[in-house]
């Protein structure tokens, strides 16, 4: 809180406050609450190491991620392969390696779709109220019975050869038809078309509460328009609870990638992906021959994980003002 | 009449992570027997803290009384354990609040909330307690007591809830009631009718009262004596009359001439006091009002004032102790001729 | 007294608030009466103050003036143009000439935009100033309501009440309106704090020529602050007069009873008063009492009142009151 001191005008200084000063107090401000949370920062370097290993990944990686050696299969970690070798002599480090890129085009597609319709009928309905509340919420009444997974095998075996078909006629994207891509997204899309409704009703409930608060009604006395209301003074408070769905969605969108890779509609073999690596080495649980091809995986699954709370836990504290900057 | 309460330099503290809240410091004061007592202060003045450090109900931690002796009726009250002290507050001392909805158990029935401390303190049986809950009850004033003892709290009015704060407050006949700013939420009807009632039962019953509040007008109709706190000090102390005639503490004086009066006839430019109540962390050494004085002179921002003596009974802790008779005088008349 | 034209005409305004039962199909089962059929006048550059105590709808009136909640009934003239028929766009352009203060300085802010973003908001939403400009005509803002230009970059919680109170009145300056409703602005401050902003808003008053709609239940502050006074009591306006006279010569008996419940901070004139003890509490808005409103609590109540509501008319003198007993 400013002293009286503070309090006092200097009538002799002119105001020398420019726009850019404003823009870069808010950015420093944002920066420092953000690096003050060393957790987040960890999360965020964890991140970012992904993201250059996948970038660089024909150059890091040793081996192909799809080359076969059946004379070093099932091999421990050797000097040569340092975290072993599959079933197929291929290299563990390697597809490691390019299981990043996999990993880090999954996790942000497999949650914008969701979080966007979420938060947009989220605050459609909460704000408007009424019919338009109405109907939102009876969608998603019927959304919540829908068995989405269903939904999703569903599409995946009518509309997903089709698409697939009709995206193979383009050559520069043709081989990320074939490495399951446009296959995961169609399933991932689904699940989000009938996946939104619970952060909607998060959204939704933050909306009621905040519609009702003193600054709302000061914009509307103020004569701001509804939907710059919705945006600059609703959303923004009704933050917190999106950014943990969020960030707990991108850490669980790479496990989810798994199990639709499990049931055969996720990302195609050989392109390699941190859950396919972990379902595929499943049974070396029961006979633990070569354990070395879970760990690796296992680790960086969970370090994604952690690492995208973290950056939601760091997100949420440098977004709100009202968290002290000592 | 004799001393009831006594407090001798008392002090308390907050330990938080932004560091020590010097929320009490050196607080003494006494009550006589059957006197009232106002206590009036602007929030973080310390007013409400001294007296749950009396009741000892200070959470510990991050509360901690540093120092000081509350003696009352020959005990000090910061030293007897907890089992004595329980009996001390349900029994002599009863404490009422600001907010009665908060200190009311919202699932059970006034009924069970009266006369449990009745069958507690008193060893009454339930029969008895319950015959004198509904005594109690008329004696506040709740119309058909009767049938409203059966209520739960929500099916009562703000003031009617005070009420039976102060009904539940008086089960014991306690010697002292100490009301934390009982009507601010209240209605300035409601109010009236709780402090005749308070008026009424203190002589009835013969206790004294200590009334914290920031209304000081409030407390000129009600008060016998009167301390003024300021950052968790008391800065000036005086009989009641004296007080609103002749404040001696620049403090005192700033809060008469900011508050507009229902009798006042032209219109008077109100003198605010400037700038904000210093911060109890970061406390100073001076005397705390000095960056809002009008009076400050240097001695002021060095050493904090003591307490002293102006006349019989009016005590000022200020350096200057300017005559606030004179000061009012001329404000009125200044502000007579501006609007002239 | 000032004797400007008249700048806001209020007729028959009337606020229900329904209350409906059931899960599906919601049935209408009664109404809050929160304001029952008032009328009043402000003029061109006077304050009006409005009291009452709790739930008599004071606040609920003006917010049903500045539209922001629709009345069920009635007419709100402001310089001649019926609010009530305006919408959308219309009424939007039209809020840059009306304001409101409100009374949770804590509240009315928004905790994530910064004290140029809050006082700047109108400035950008009625295309009146953008980037530079605009961070000028804020500082500028900041200045005349006491607060150093600097603090533009800060947040609303690193401020104390009474400073957020001066932010809440830079924004409603921000649009130079003609008329501001003060919701209570004061109640949620410390007693040396208050003076502040009282005397801010007095000196805002003469410098801009304002028009207020004081609204408050702390009766010595509308006696200071306000030209004329109007006492609301369970939706209605029971009185309505010139400050001195209604303060010096209160007709009706809820007015009188009010007045004497307000203490004064001498103990030689305390020693002297006769207070009106009013029994029991206020009753509820959605069945008010029949007749006259009062007459449950009233103390020199006759048959007539229980059955028929007194008439709000003239005293004389430009004092109305509503009261069988005066007329």
């Known amino acids: 809180m400013p002293t009286p001191e503070q309090l006092a005008i200097d009538r002799r200084a002119p105001l020398r406050v420019s726009v850019w000063q404003v823009r870069w107090r808010r950015f420093t401000d944002f920066t420092r609450r953000y690096a003050r949370n060393r957790m987040a920062v960890i999360g965020l370097l964890i991140v970012l190491t992904w993201v250059v290993v996948g970038l660089f990944a024909p150059w890091i990686a040793p081996y192909g991620y799809d080359k076969t050696n059946y004379n070093a299969a099932n091999q421990p970690p050797s000097f040569a392969h340092p975290l072993g070798t599959d079933a197929l002599g291929r290299d563990q480090f390697s597809r490691m390696i390019w299981a990043a890129r996999t990993a880090l085009i999954v996790a942000p597609t497999a949650t914008v779709v969701g979080v966007v319709l979420g938060v947009f009928f989220g605050l459609l309905a909460g704000y408007f109220g009424g019919w338009i509340d109405e109907i939102v919420m009876r969608l998603s009444d019927v959304l919540f019975a829908f068995p989405g997974l269903l939904f999703a095998l569903l599409l995946a075996a009518t509309l997903q050869p089709r698409l697939a078909a009709w995206l193979s006629q383009f050559e520069r994207i043709k081989p990320w038809v074939r490495a399951g891509y446009v296959e995961f997204f169609v399933v991932v899309i689904a699940l989000s078309l009938v996946g939104w409704p619970g952060l909607a009703r998060l959204v939704r409930g933050q909306v009621l509460s905040l519609r009702e608060q003193q600054f709302v009604e000061a914009a509307r006395a103020l004569g701001v328009s509804p939907w710059r209301i919705m945006w600059q003074h609703i959303f923004p408070n009704a933050l917190p609870p999106v950014i943990v769905a969020l960030s707990m969605s991108m850490g669980s969108a790479v496990v989810a990638e798994a199990s639709l890779s499990f049931l055969g509609i996720g990302i195609t073999p050989p392109t390699p992906s941190w859950g396919a690596m972990i379902y595929n080495e499943f049974a070396s649980w029961r006979s633990p021959s070569a354990p070395w091809l879970l760990w690796a995986p296992g680790l960086a699954v969970a370090a994604l994980t952690f690492a995208f709370n973290f950056i939601g836990d760091g997100l949420n504290e440098a977004l709100n003002p009202q968290d002290r900057l000592t | ?340 | 007294m000032s004797q400007g034209d008249v700048l806001l005409d209020v007729q028959g305004l009337k606020m229900y608030f329904p209350i409906t039962e059931g899960i599906l199909i919601q049935h209408h089962i009664g109404d809050v009466k929160a304001v029952d059929d008032i009328s009043f006048t402000v003029r061109r550059g006077e304050t009006l103050g409005l009291v009452g105590e709790s739930g008599c709808g004071k606040s609920t009136t003006g917010r049903a003036v500045l539209q922001l909640y629709r009345p069920t009934a009635g007419h709100v003239y402001f310089d001649g143009v019926d609010l009530t028929t305006l919408k959308g766009e219309e009424l939007r352009r039209m809020r840059r000439r009306m304001q409101m203060i409100f009374q949770d300085p804590y509240a009315s802010l928004n905790p994530r935009m910064t004290v140029g973003d809050i006082v700047g908001e109108p400035l950008e939403v009625h295309g009146i100033a953008k980037g530079k400009e605009k961070l000028d005509r804020v500082a500028e803002l900041l200045e005349v309501v006491g607060l150093n230009p600097y603090f533009v970059t800060r947040y609303p919680h690193e401020f104390s009440g009474g400073q957020r109170q001066r932010i809440g009145i830079a924004r409603a300056l921000a649009v130079n309106p003609e008329f501001i409703v003060c919701d209570e602005p004061i109640s949620a401050l410390d007693v040396s704090i208050q003076a502040q902003v009282i005397n801010l808003l007095e000196d805002l008053q003469a410098q801009f020529g304002l028009t207020y709609l004081f609204i408050a239940h702390d009766l010595s502050v509308v006696r200071h602050i306000s030209d004329r006074v109007a006492v609301m009591y369970l939706g209605k306006i029971v009185e309505l007069a010139d400050r001195n006279e209604l303060y010096e010569n209160p007709l009706h008996p809820y007015t009188q009873a009010l007045l004497s419940a307000v203490p004064i901070p001498d103990p030689e004139i305390e020693a002297q008063r006769q207070r009106i003890i009013l029994k029991g509490d206020v009753p509820s808005p959605v069945n008010p009492p029949s007749g006259c409103r009062f007459h449950t609590r009233c103390p020199v109540v006759i048959d007539v009142c229980k059955e028929v509501e007194p008439e709000f008319k003239d005293a004389g003198g430009g004092h109305y009151v509503a009261c069988h007993l005066v007329h």
């Open chain 2, 1 to 340: 009449m004799g001393r009831l309460l006594e407090v001798k330099n008392l002090e308390t503290r907050f330990h938080t992570q932004d560091g020590t809240v010097h929320a009490v410091n050196g607080v003494s004061f006494y009550v006589d027997e059957g006197e009232t007592l106002g206590v009036v202060g602007e929030s973080g003045s310390g007013k409400s803290v001294t007296m749950l450090s009396v009741m000892r109900l200070i959470p510990q931690p991050p509360g901690e009384i540093t120092n000081g002796e509350v003696w009352f009726e020959g005990r000090d009250l910061l030293k007897i354990d907890k089992e004595e002290m329980r009996e001390v507050r349900g029994n002599r001392i009863a404490m009422i609040f600001q907010d009665p909805m908060t200190s009311l158990n919202p699932v059970l029935t006034i009924e069970r909330q009266i006369t449990e401390v009745l069958e507690l303190h008193l060893g009454m049986n339930h029969q008895q307690a319950r015959a004198r809950a509904i005594e109690l009850l008329k004696m506040v004033g709740i119309p058909a007591a009767e049938e409203r003892i059966d209520s739960y709290p929500h099916q009562f009015s703000g003031g009617m809830r005070q009420r039976v704060m102060i009904a539940m407050g008086l089960a014991c006949h306690p010697r002292l009631l100490i009301a934390d700013e009982p009507t601010t939420a209240l209605d300035v009807t409601i109010q009236a009718q709780i402090v005749e009632l308070v008026k009424r039962l203190r002589d009835e019953i013969g206790m004294s009262v200590i009334w914290i509040t920031h209304d000081l007008a409030l407390l000129a109709g009600l008060a016998d004596r009167i301390i003024v706190m300021y950052a968790g000090q008391i800065v000036e102390s005086s009989p009641v009359h004296e007080l609103y005639k002749n404040p001696r503490h620049p403090y005192t004086i700033g809060l008469l001439q900011s508050i507009p009066r229902l009798d006042e006839k032209q219109r008077e430019r109100l003198q605010a006091i400037e700038g904000l109540p210093p911060d109890l962390i970061d406390y100073p050494t001076g005397c705390p009002f000095a960056p809002r004085c009008r009076f400050a002179i240097e001695k002021c921002w060095e050493v904090d004032p003591p307490l002293e003596e102006v006349s019989k009974g009016h005590y000022s802790a200020c350096w200057v102790k300017p005559e606030g008779a004179e000061i009012m005088h001329q404000w009125h008349a200044s502000n007579t001729e501006e609007s002239q």
